[in-house]
């Protein structure tokens, strides 16, 4: 079960983060979008404002996720290509369309990893690292606990690791998570909290 | 110590938006499509391009000669069957007429309830346990979408893959049945409130040795995201009629059967009588008695009640002036002359916890037996009235803490019984167990036998959810090349590789070379689905043929049953399916 406590604390941060954050868009710019999506079914040249407009960010997700930029450059490409071969079959949900490509992306990364069968790389700030810390862990030798979060984080599956990678890493607020994932909102933060209190648990154990 | 899933990098340096942009061209992307204009042909190539973007982006031509020399390799070698089922989806039913279907029934999302399948099967549904896509806890009814598959024709059919990765290492699943569940209102797909667990009972089948009292599976969820199945838990399995005739032929074994079906019935008598010894020790609450109106279309007279009357009679005439009374309806009948008479002299008294009074008039050795009920009037009506209201709150509450005290004991006395006979089982199985350990000479231990059994689980999310162990591949490995007669053409390379023992089905990329692991001793089968939707098929009196060792090389020839499969009757007649 949640505690008030957990609720709030997590609450409060995703509401600051809402605030600073640029991540989410209005129903009215999502119609807008869903115009130059049809606009792309018609005809992919009209494609162009839609990969102006996310291959920055699609690319640093890849590059957060891969640590090699010809690496990155090289699945990007992938991604607007399949999203471009694909934009057919997209339907408007009510959700952003980068919620869709991050998808794609997300599909690309894991399929390269499961090829080359190498680890896949997680990119952490040190700021963001702080927080998951905040978040999991009681007082005490930092450098102690530190070490003990990234063995928890090694015992995450990759689904676990998705979550908390945009969660913490990326600082994405629940809303944004749950339209990539295509899950509800208060599943993300359920999810989320569960998440949390395994690497709590694995901290002890480990401790 | 584990090895570490992740290379997880602290403080990388970013790349700036410039340094972005500079990948960025709209123009190079459309030319691309213009070329590539299917998925799968764009897939196939994106190994070769990756290595040749990246030794432009150094510009060294040793390492470019390099990457054409593996290029070449790697178009020479082919793709291997990992690379080759990455690029297959993920749940690929090979006849799509004839995948197994879903069965549906209603349940009111706001009370829950049970789902019951034709076979016994069961899903116990909590109450407020759906959500629909916008995150609204949904109400109303709602159509809970089905389907089960217990063994290789069906997993077949399913197109789902019965396979397990574990950190790189192939398992084989030996299914002990599979559900796919999900619900849906008005056509739309929903999804279960987080926190909400759906308890499964699933009826279906194992195959395993004689004498095996245990059978030990696990639950695993298919994620398609991950492409692989979860672990969830360990299944529960109980296997019915786990004490019928076979496998108890031998005499010390009946005995020790005997011995324990006795403890178990004995402990079932004990059980019984605890618990109807504990209700009848619990004090039943007295139910108050309603006052009845007088009725003046009833016959009705006075009594003068007597100081020797019996206490509750006498307790009624204290508190009521004007009672006046009616002859029951359940009164046996009576001349209503005989209140003309004069009586000597009469005895009342109440009978049970009813109503009604038995009023006896005596004359002499004359006596008339009626029953007559206390009627009120006016305030006394409304008074009594108010006191039996008063009386019902107390008499509910007594009986409630009554239920409550009751269930308490009643559960401990069934959780006592319950520890008595698992502990017993568990000593009944670990005898069985010795036995078998004593005698693993005796061939008939390893017999098949085909066993009912009820998994229980529960699920905590909608989608396709097994009851299964990861066994090891066979151990006969050899390369196989693949013919198939009459010149026939498939639809795809895939073959399904099945060991009917086991009750497992194994996808192949079926080229020249592909490894094949099977049991020489176990029931095999193998077959791919053809262009004209039929199934060519390798035998398992083929497979006793086979006179390999490990390593070596078979080609297997596939022969065409001219029979069309327009049903799963079909398929189960080519696929030579047999209940053991």
Known sequence: MFSNLQISRTLAKNTARMQSSNKTISQEAMQAEWLEVQAAQQNPAYFRPLYDRYFNQIFRFIFKRTGDENIANDICSQVFLKAIQKIGTYEYKGVPFSAWLYRVASNEVAQYFRNTQKNRVVTVEEHTFSDLIDEVSEEGDFEKIRQSMLGALQQLKESDMVMIEMRFFEERPFKEIAQILSITESNAKVKTYRILEKMKKIMKKNS | ?580
């Open chain 2, 1 to 580: 110590m584990k090895k570490d899933l992740y290379n997880i990098k602290i403080n990388p340096p970013q790349l700036s938006k410039e340094e972005i942009a500079k990948y960025q061209d709209f123009d190079a992307l459309l030319a691309k499509f213009k070329e590539t204009p299917l998925p799968k042909e764009v897939k196939s190539e994106r190994k070769p391009r990756v290595i040749w973007l990246r030794y432009v982006a150094t510009a060294a031509a040793v390492f470019l000669l390099a990457a054409m020399v593996n290029g070449l390799l790697q178009r020479e070698k082919g793709m291997d069957e990992k690379q080759f089922f990455a690029n297959q989806p993920f749940i690929n039913p090979p006849l799509n007429d004839l995948k197994p279907t879903f069965v549906s029934g209603k349940i009111n999302a706001n009370e829950g309830g049970i789902y019951e399948n034709n076979n016994g099967s069961k899903l116990i549904i909590p109450a407020a346990a759906f959500r629909n896509p916008d995150g609204k806890l949904v109400e109303g009814d709602v159509d809970i979408k089905y389907r089960e598959m217990h063994d290789y024709v069906d997993f077949f059919l399913s197109g789902i893959p019965m396979t397990y990765d574990s950190a790189g290492v192939k398992y084989v699943l030996e299914s002990a049945g599979m559900v796919e569940i999900y619900a849906e209102q008005n056509g739309q797909q929903l999804k279960m409130d987080p926190g909400k667990e759906i308890k499964v009972e699933l009826i279906s089948y194992i195959n395993m040795p004689r004498l095996n009292m245990s059978p030990k599976y696990n639950i695993y969820k298919l994620s398609a995201s991950s492409r692989n199945w979860e672990y969830q838990n360990v299944d529960n399995i109980q296997i019915i009629d786990e004490l019928d005739n076979e496998g108890f032929e031998n005499e010390e074994l009946r005995n020790l059967r005997t011995n324990y079906q006795t403890y178990l019935s004995k402990t079932s008598i004990l059980e019984v009588n605890e618990i109807a010894v504990l209700e009848a020790t619990i004090e039943i609450p007295t139910k108050p008695v309603r006052p009845v109106r007088a009725n003046k279309d009833h016959f009705s007279f006075d009594l003068d009640i007597s100081d020797n009357a019996s206490p509750v009679v006498k307790n009624l005439g204290e508190k009521y002036q004007n009672i006046i009374w009616h002859i029951s309806p359940n009164s046996p009948e009576i001349n209503t002359n005989a209140f003309k008479l004069e009586w000597e002299s009469m005895d009342l008294k109440p009978i049970d916890n009813g109503p009604d009074f038995e009023l006896t008039l005596i004359n002499g050795d004359r006596k008339e037996y009626i029953l007559v009920t206390p009627a009120l009037s006016g305030n006394e009506f409304s008074k009594a009235m108010s006191l039996y209201d008063t009386s019902m709150e107390i008499y509910r509450n007594k009986l409630k803490d009554r239920e409550l005290t009751l269930e308490k004991n009643r559960n401990s006395i069934i959780e006592k019984y319950y520890s008595l006979k698992e502990a017993s089982k568990k000593e009944f199985v670990r005898t069985i167990e010795n036995w078998r350990i004593k005698n693993q000479n005796d061939p008939s231990l390893n017999q098949i036998v085909r066993k009912k059994i009820i998994n229980r689980f529960v699920a905590n999310e909608f989608g396709i959810w097994n009851c299964d162990r990861p066994i090891h591949p066979d151990d006969l490995e050899i390369e196989g090349n693949f013919e198939l007669d009459k010149n026939a053409e498939v639809t795809d390379e895939i073959a399904y590789l099945v060991n009917k023992n086991r009750n497992t089905i194994v996808r192949i990329y079926a080229k020249d070379g592909a490894k094949i692991n099977f049991d020489q001793k176990s029931d095999n089968l193998m077959w791919m689905v053809t262009k004209d939707n039929q199934i060519a098929i390798f035998r398992q009196e083929e497979f006793k043929k086979i006179n390999q060792k490990k390593g070596g090389n078979h080609t297997f020839r596939l022969k065409v049953e001219p029979d069309a499969l327009k049903s799963e009757e079909d398929v189960r007649k080519v696929l030579q399916f047999k209940e053991m």
